[in-house]
């Protein structure tokens, strides 16, 4: 295990200066990666046509309250709006009141799935460049040495300019490649939860509409 530690702090090194930018990206990348890894598939149901169901049967039997209860303690956007038409219920409010609620609250609520998904694929982008960066200081750094030292150092110092480029260019892109992929499948996911955010409100400000009508 040291032998892999050690071998990994070496390789660290060899990469100059800016491996420093490309590890904070890297933690930076993970800790969003995590955060919306808990709020997307964790906090937001998929499928919250059951609740719409369970809803619309206590509303049906005149037990708004029962309703209101369904959906104590939900942080999810979907669930969040649902929230907002069965408070409006429990007010009183006309359908046409509930429904204007709703769309107010639905400005908040629809971002709260996208904040911070932009930074994996700039994290993405600038981790490329920035390795980039490293590769051309690397290939500069070598062939300074090849007019500036004696020759009895250029072959050390050339070595270490290529060693520098390749492996800002590795890091570069073992940062970026990972942020692109979950940037995709977190597009993805977001998607299908406003698809259902849609389809549920609807499915529910329908209902509540005929009731009262």
Known sequence: MTYYVEMLANWFRSGGPFMWALLLFLACAVAVTIERLIFLYFICPRDTSGIVNKLKAAISE????????????????????????????????????????????AIGQIHRFSVRLNYLSLFANVAT??????????????FTALGAVEAAQKATM????????????????????????????????????????????????????????
């Open 158 to 213: 050339l070595a270490a300019g290529i060693s520098q480029a390749m492996i800002t260019t590795a890091f570069g892109l073992i940062v970026a490649v990972p942020c692109m992929i979950a940037y995709t499948v977190f597009a993805n996911r977001q998607s299908a939860l406003i698809k259902d955010l849609d389809e549920s409100t609807v499915r529910l400000l329908n209902f509540i509409k005929k009731k009262k009508g």
């Open 62 to 105: 005149s037990k708004p309250d029962e309703a209101a209860n369904l959906l104590k303690d939900k942080s999810s956007p979907t669930l969040a709006l649902l929230g907002v038409a069965v408070a409006g219920v429990v007010a009183g409010q006309s359908s046409a009141d509930i429904q204007e609620d709703v769309e107010e609250a």
């Open 129 to 142: 460049l920035v390795g980039l960066l490293g590769t051309i200081a690397g290939l500069m750094q070598s």
